[in-house]
């Protein structure tokens, strides 16, 4: 059980470049998140998702796009890399369980930046 | 979304317990108490979470109180692998994939 697996690690881009930050969790979790965590700050929701086929904003999406094809899966988008991307971004997963309050699990994160 | 308040930072001497407030004094009546914390850099992790009553598990107890207005997570036997950024969060039951994080407090476990 390997709980919520971030792929890269960490990740340099220049400006305008895309990528794909991967997420997977192999919980059979009906929800997940993305976060983004600026240096001294919480984190802050980017995007989530309440099962395959349904994502939604969080505070910060702009720049950003996700999809839910698998229930296994939540890859975060950039579609042109800016330096004020530049952050550690964290995937997130938890139960649904029909409204019982569950606890989250949290990757270790993918630290990138944008130069 | 009710907010929440707490202090920057703390210190706590190793073995003594730790307790760190939180208040939310505008907290709705279906909106739980969360704390998780965040040990240097790494994901966050779940510690324990209530709605109006006392709760204890095997990492803290969480003390409520009676109006709801403030709580304190309470580390009974504080250790150097505690140091870390705590982070008090009120969430409606079943919100757990839209958690909104403040700064939180930062704990320093002193030798």
């Known amino acids: 059980n390997a709980g919520v697996t971030q792929t890269p690690k960490f990740q340099v881009l220049k400006t305008g470049q895309s990528m794909t930050l991967q997420c997977a969790q192999d919980?059979?979790?009906?929800?997940m998140s993305w976060y983004r965590q600026d240096p001294g700050m919480g984190l802050r929701l980017i995007h989530y998702?309440?099962?395959?086929?349904?994502?939604d904003q969080g505070e910060v999406p702009n720049g950003y796009n996700v999809s839910r094809s698998t229930t296994e899966d939540f890859p975060l988008r950039l579609l042109s890399a800016a330096p004020s991307q530049t952050s550690v971004y964290f995937c997130?997963?938890?139960?649904?369980?029909?409204?019982?309050?569950?606890?989250?699990?949290f990757g270790q994160g993918t630290r990138l930046t944008v130069v | 979304d009710a907010k929440t308040t707490q202090p920057p930072s703390m210190d706590c001497a190793e073995g003594r317990a730790a307790n760190l407030p939180c208040n939310h004094s505008?907290?709705?009546?279906?909106?739980?108490v969360y704390w998780y914390r965040q040990i240097h850099s790494q994901g966050p992790q779940y510690i324990i979470h209530?709605?109006?009553n006392n709760e204890t598990n095997e990492m803290a107890s969480l003390i409520i109180t009676e109006d709801r207005k403030s709580s304190t997570l309470i580390l009974p036997h504080a250790t150097l692998r505690d140091t870390a950024v705590y982070y008090c969060?009120?969430?409606?039951?079943?919100?757990?994939?839209?958690?909104?994080f403040g700064t939180g407090t930062l704990l320093a476990v002193q030798p």
């Open positions: 969060i009120v969430r409606p039951r079943g919100a757990t994939n839209k958690l909104i």
């Open positions: 209530g709605l109006k």
């Open positions: 998702s309440v099962g395959a086929g349904i994502t």
């Open positions: 997130a997963s938890s139960y649904s369980g029909g409204g019982v309050n569950t606890e989250a699990f």
């Open positions: 919980m059979n979790h009906e929800y």
């Open positions: 505008t907290i709705s009546g279906n909106e739980y």
